[in-house]
């Protein structure tokens, strides 16, 4: 009642208003969805064993997953955008509710993958409509929005040592049918969600209109605008490659090189993730007060002194200069999102499918591109190589002003 009374009294002023409740549901149901994404590689060791997989196999699951859930996400960002669809994201956790079911109970590795890909179709609806719903309560604080958003998904990514040394050790397979429950959670604040965005769209029809439609659209992207995108992906890249090689390597690197446990390993890795996620929730009011090309550039720079000093440091060193460099470095995730949204503002959809999930996509294959890497020169040498790769981020530099941008949207 007091919801829906209230929205046509700010109709006229949702622009300036930032709506924290939702923010902050939606916000939560990211880490919901990205904690049920966080299960299928955190149970590889024991599908490894239960069932005795190749690590081809495995390879082949993480591949499902990340190609469904990447490469989706543009594709139904770029739809929605034309036609907004607010119940796709009740919808949308419904499938992965239904994959993650699937994968606590599957006896086959057929019906292993057939989950992981409910699982990542859900995940390629949630996330662009999720940016999209961000975007609409953001108010004029579109960075904090982001950032509230995407630290949810990012707290959820680092869940995945604690999923797996409480739930899926203890239980094993049958432990993963245990987030249906979160699921179902994150279902019921998605409906909420989603009567929400219908009212504002039915409510501020014309004010949703112009955010999600811009007839210069019609003509294309300035050759500006699509160098400007480019530059911006290039660094997501760059970042996400880098954050691959971390999460995927260096648990291994610190094992030989520090003669750690396992689980020791996984204390830093945790450390780093956690760190990221709370560099990712700073990133975004940091970037409402200095802008957003400063914290893009800042973000990447500041990062290289410490990781190229990561491999030639004792443990302790190297565990504190990682959650520096988690830190710092992720203080541009929610802010690249809201710089491409802006770039082009009547795709807000499909913005946030290109930054979060290609570019994501991308990442995994350049994760692979690492391993091979490894494989090639070793693995301290990859690691070492590695730190450099954040010297990327001086084509930041390249990027047009954020008056420039807001000058461009005013043509």
């Not at 279902?187 to 009212?199: C, D, E, G, H, R």
């Not at 390993?265 to 709370?278: D, E, H, N």
């Not at 990712?280 to 007060?289: A, C, E, I, K, N």
Request: hydrophobic letters at 50%; aromatic letters at 12%.
């Amino acid at each position: 009642m007091s919801q829906q009374a209230t929205l046509p009294g700010r109709a006229s002023n949702a622009s300036e208003s930032t709506m924290y409740k939702i923010l902050f549901i939606i916000g939560l149901c990211h880490l919901l969805n990205d904690a049920i994404q966080a299960v299928i590689p955190a149970m590889f060791p024991i599908l490894e064993k239960s069932m005795n997989l190749t690590y081809t196999q495995l390879g082949i699951i993480a591949f499902s997953l990340n190609m469904v859930s990447s490469v989706m996400q543009p594709v139904i960002g770029f739809y929605t955008d034309k036609k907004p669809m607010p119940f796709a994201l009740p919808i949308g956790l419904t499938f992965t509710l239904v994959g993650i079911l699937g994968l606590g109970f599957a006896p086959s590795f057929g019906l292993i993958v057939l989950s992981v890909l409910f699982i990542g179709l859900g995940s390629a609806v949630f996330h662009p409509e999720g940016s999209r719903v961000a975007y609409m309560a953001a108010g004029n604080r579109r960075g904090l929005a982001q950032s509230i958003y995407q630290v949810g998904g990012n707290t959820g990514q680092a869940l995945a040592p604690v999923i797996t040394a409480l739930i899926l050790v203890p239980l094993g397979q049958i432990g993963a049918s245990w987030f249906t429950i979160v699921a179902a959670i994150a279902v019921i604040l998605l409906v909420y969600i989603a009567n929400w965005y219908k009212q504002m769209l039915v409510v501020s029809q014309i004010r949703i209109k112009k955010k999600l439609s811009n007839p210069g659209m019609k003509q294309g992207l300035t050759k500006q605008v699509k160098n400007t995108l480019a530059l911006i992906l290039l660094l997501i890249f760059a970042r996400t490659w880098y954050t691959s090689g971390i999460t995927n390597f260096y648990t291994f690197y610190a094992i030989k090189e520090y003669a750690l446990t396992i689980k020791q390993s996984q204390l830093f890795l945790f450390a780093f993730l956690v760190s990221g996620a709370v560099g990712t929730f700073f990133g975004g009011p940091l970037s409402d007060r200095f802008g957003k090309k400063t914290i893009i550039s800042f973000s990447m720079l500041a990062t290289v002194p410490f990781s190229i000093i990561i491999p030639h440091v004792p443990p302790t060193m190297a565990f504190i200069f990682l959650i520096i460099t988690g830190f710092i470095l992720m203080t541009s995730f929610s802010v690249t999102v809201v710089y491409a949204q802006e770039l082009v503002p009547g795709k807000i959809g499909t913005m946030s499918g290109l930054t979060v999930g290609l570019a994501f996509g991308m990442g995994a294959i350049g994760s692979v591109g690492l391993g091979y890497i490894a494989d090639w020169i070793g693995l301290q040498s990859m690691i070492r190589w590695l730190g450099g790769l954040p010297l990327l981020g001086l084509i930041a530099f390249l990027l047009p002003s954020d008056k420039k941008v807001w000058e461009w949207n005013k043509q």
